[in-house]
């Protein structure tokens, strides 16, 4: 069985930063991408960012890029997400998923199979 678990949300002021982590485990995930979706109240799930699990594919949505960085770590079977400048707009719930590496569906939830129970961000301004 697998399963999936962020930390690292909390509280920060608009401009500082935040490391997310997503520890997965279960099988093996050598060939497998990680997304990060976040969903703020009143709004629809909407993608972040997608790391391969050897850290050698990273693919950011738009509102993120310059901003986040996603890498991983092998060894522990995470997954991390770095974020700089924060803007109140980033304020959500943040979800990591597990999904095949398609990356032509990357930004879509439908591809994920796993996913971990979410961390809230929220940013001040």
């Known amino acids: 069985q697998v399963h999936v678990v962020e930390s690292g949300g909390g509280l920060v002021q608009a401009g500082g930063s935040l490391r997310l982590s997503c520890a997965a485990s279960g099988r093996t995930f050598s060939s497998y991408v990680m997304g990060w979706f976040r969903q703020a109240p009143g709004k629809e799930r909407e993608f972040v960012a997608a790391?391969?699990?050897?850290?050698?594919?990273?693919y950011y949505a738009d509102s993120v890029k310059g901003r986040f960085v996603g890498s991983s770590d092998k060894a522990k079977n995470t997954v991390y997400l770095q974020m700089n400048s924060l803007k109140p707009e980033d304020t959500a719930v943040y979800y990591c998923a597990v999904g095949p590496l398609r990356p032509e569906y990357i930004s879509n939830a439908t591809l994920y199979d796993y996913w971990g129970q979410g961390t809230q961000v929220t940013v001040s301004s």
């Open positions: 790391i391969s699990w050897s850290g050698g594919w990273r």
